[in-house]
C-alpha cells in the first residue's frame, strides 16, 4: 500500500524561530565593524577617487574636468623624480631584510637573553616617528652631527647627509632599515623557530655544516616568512612620509626639491597648494602603482616561496 503524502522536496524551507533570531544577532555583531569600514576606508576611497576626476577648490564645491589630473600629474616631471626616490628608497630598504634574517638566526643560537636583545631590536618600533626623525636629524647635521664627528677622528671629511640630495635618499634609507629591523626580526625569529629541529640533527650527521643548513634547510624553510616581511617592507616603504617631513626641516632646505616622495608630493599637493583634487589623483595612483607591484611580488613568489 503506496502512502498518497508527498514530501516537499526541494521546496525551500523558511527558518523561524532561534536560527532566524541568531542571523540577526550576527548581523547586528558584525555592524559595528562594517559600518566602520564603510566610514573609515570604502567612503574615503570612493571620495578620493571622485575627487580625482575635479578641480576641488579651497572653498566651494569642485567642478569635474576629465582626466585632466592625470595628465597634468603623468607629464609632470616632479611627480616621476618623487617615484623614482621613492622606488630607490623601497629598494634599499628592501636590504634590510637580509639583515634582519641575518640578526633572528645569531639571536635564536643564543641561549641566555633571547629576549632582552629582541626588545632591543624592536624598540625603534615603538617609538614615534617625528622623534627618530629628529634624532637622525641631528646625528646627520652636516656642521655638528655625531656621525661627521666620528668621521673625522679617522680622517674622513664629512657630508651635509640631510642638505645634499646626493646623499638624502641614502639617510632615509639607513633610518628606515634602524626602524623597520624590529619587526622583521621578530617575524623571522617566529619562523626560525617553527623550523623543526630534528632536520638540523639529521643534516648534522650527514656532514652538513652551519651554512650549509642555513642556505638548505632554513632559508627554504623560512621563505614564506621572508615572502610576507619583503610585502610588508614595501609597502611600507611606498608610503614614507615621516622621515622627509622630519629630517629635511622646512622648505628652506636646499635638497627638498630633489628629496620628495610621491606621499610627500601628496602632501604639498593636499595641504600647501591647497590642491584637493591633484592630491586625489596623486593617491589614486599611488595605490595602483602599490596594488601592481603587490600583484607582481604574488606573481614572483611561486617560484621561490616553499609552503612544505
Given at each position: ?13 523558511r ?30 576611497f570612493v ?27 603623468l ?49 625603534p ?62 617575524i ?18 650527514d ?76 593617491a ?25
Amino acid at each position: 500500500m503506496t502512502s498518497n503524502v508527498s514530501s516537499p522536496v526541494g521546496r525551500p524551507r523558511r527558518r523561524t524561530g532561534l536560527g532566524a533570531r541568531t542571523d540577526w544577532w550576527a548581523l547586528a555583531m558584525i555592524a559595528p565593524a562594517l559600518i566602520g569600514l564603510a566610514a573609515l576606508y570604502l567612503w574615503p576611497f570612493v571620495s578620493t577617487f571622485l575627487k580625482s576626476f575635479m578641480n576641488v577648490p579651497v572653498f566651494g564645491p569642485g567642478k569635474f574636468n576629465g582626466v585632466d589630473n592625470y595628465t597634468k600629474l603623468l607629464t609632470d616631471p616632479e611627480f616621476w623624480q618623487a617615484l623614482g626616490n621613492t622606488a630607490l628608497y623601497t629598494v634599499l630598504v628592501l636590504i634590510g631584510i637580509p639583515l634582519a634574517i641575518v640578526f633572528a638566526a645569531l639571536i635564536q643560537q643564543v641561549s641566555r637573553g633571547r629576549a632582552v636583545y629582541r626588545v632591543l631590536f624592536f624598540l625603534p618600533v615603538v617609538t614615534l616617528p617625528v622623534a627618530v626623525g629628529m634624532v637622525w636629524r641631528f646625528i646627520l647635521n652636516g656642521d655638528f652631527g655625531i656621525l661627521n664627528f666620528v668621521l673625522s677622528l679617522v680622517g674622513i671629511p664629512g657630508e651635509y647627509w640631510v642638505a645634499d640630495a646626493r646623499f638624502t635618499i641614502y639617510a632615509f634609507a639607513v633610518v628606515g632599515i634602524w626602524m623597520g629591523l624590529g619587526v622583521n626580526l621578530i617575524i623571522l625569529g617566529a619562523g626560525l623557530q617553527s623550523i623543526p629541529t630534528e632536520l638540523y640533527e639529521a643534516s648534522s650527521l650527514d656532514g652538513a655544516n652551519r651554512v650549509q643548513q642555513f642556505f638548505s634547510i632554513t632559508l627554504p624553510l623560512l621563505s614564506p616568512s621572508i615572502f610576507f616581511v619583503t610585502i610588508l617592507t614595501t609597502i611600507s616603504a611606498f608610503q614614507m612620509f615621516d622621515l622627509v617631513f622630519v629630517m629635511l626641516g622646512s622648505v628652506n632646505n636646499t635638497a627638498l626639491p630633489d628629496s620628495k616622495t610621491i606621499v610627500y608630493l601628496f602632501y604639498d599637493a593636499a595641504f600647501v597648494q591647497f590642491k584637493q583634487g591633484f592630491a586625489a589623483t596623486i593617491a589614486i595612483v599611488l595605490l595602483v602603482i602599490i596594488m601592481i607591484v603587490t600583484a607582481i611580488q604574488f606573481r614572483l613568489q611561486k617560484r621561490w616561496v616553499t609552503y612544505d
